[in-house]
């Protein structure tokens, strides 16, 4: 199955000693990742052919990224170099009652500069299946936002499916009304939406008040998104905070008349970044092959709780170590 993904890769610098603050490093280990770079790495791990498209400077940080998603099995012919810089940032990975936290340097990075007509969109979508775009790239500028637009409409006017995270970061975005209006351009060109309650809260100010837990409530948020944005593919995440390292995972998936539930994981957290991009890289490649509806929930959801044992922002985890967990191997014992 081919897939595409549009979006900005970032250099991720993270303390080297993995609990310490960032006030307080001075060694920092270097990555790079960003939500669309991570869906492709996971879907290209997982022997999908996968093309990742975006904007890096020409200079040794961008040739980094390139080979970065290179060395995944990542097509990267459809990357435009130019720009002044790479964006950048950094992560503190919590623990127990401290949350991890995130700073961002990404202000003038290369694909916030982009204009239109530096990607050939109908060239580059041709003989594509599926479409990944986020909510993030559209916070960067202006011309981030119109892009973004612009590749889902031509895609759905060439039959490529289109996947859209709704993706909301606080940081990134100014006004909500923004976000929603750019949202709202990108829902009409979708055929698969990710997301959760709280994204719905943020841009939509959509609340469920029924429901004696999360799962209750995100199935009425996921039953109310379907109509609200006549969708007939979504697959959103449950998280139960107990603390930074423990968490209880949920996936739910609507695309007939009920939403199918997903097995809950409780995990112990490494890294909690890039989880909901290996959800949504599971759903997708579950989606590629044809799977029922509970096996590309109860997939993407195993990857979404592997994923947190794995440090970094990228998936490393096989078809058959997803498998494993969603059959039932959660007990942690040694393979030999």
Request: charged share 20%.
């Amino acid at each position: 199955m081919s897939f595409i993904t549009f979006g900005e890769i970032m250099l991720r610098l993270t303390p080297s000693d993995h609990a310490a603050k960032i006030n307080d490093t001075r060694l920092f280990g270097v990555h790079y990742a960003g939500s669309e770079s991570n869906v492709a790495s996971s879907l290209a791990y997982l022997g999908n052919e996968t093309q990742f498209v975006t904007k890096l400077p020409n200079n040794q940080l961008g040739d980094g990224a390139i080979n970065s998603l290179r060395s995944y099995g990542i097509n990267t012919s459809n990357i435009v170099r130019g720009g002044n810089r790479i964006g950048t940032y950094f992560i503190e990975i919590g623990s127990s009652i401290r949350p991890s936290s995130v700073i961002y340097d990404r202000a003038d990075s290369a694909i916030s500069a982009i204009s239109s007509g530096e990607f050939d969109w109908k060239n580059i979508l041709k003989g594509q299946k599926w479409l990944f775009i986020s909510g993030i790239t559209p916070a960067l500028s202006k011309t981030c936002a119109e892009e973004v637009v612009k590749v889902a409409k031509i895609a759905k006017e060439m039959n490529v499916k289109v996947s859209f995270d709704m993706n909301f970061r606080r940081t990134l975005w100014k006004d909500k009304a923004v976000a929603r209006k750019i949202f709202d351009a990108v829902l009409e060109h979708t055929d698969l939406l990710f997301g959760n309650m709280g994204v719905l809260k943020d841009v939509y100010d959509m609340d469920v008040a029924s429901g004696a837990n999360q799962i209750e409530k995100t199935t009425a948020a996921i039953v109310n998104a379907k109509e609200k944005f006549n969708l007939n593919q979504l697959a959103f995440t449950v998280r139960d905070h107990y603390s930074a390292s423990e968490n209880a995972l949920t996936g739910i998936y609507l695309a007939d008349e009920e939403p199918v539930i997903s097995d809950t994981y409780k995990v112990q957290i490494l890294d909690r970044f890039g989880t909901g991009d290996a959800f949504a890289a599971g759903c997708l490649h579950g989606l590629g092959n044809n799977w029922n509806n509970e096996k590309v929930i109860g997939f993407a959801t195993a990857a979404f709780a592997l994923k947190h044992t794995i440090k970094g922002d990228q998936h490393t985890s096989t078809e058959n170590e997803i498998n494993s967990i969603y059959d039932g191997n959660i007990t942690g014992h040694v393979l030999r």
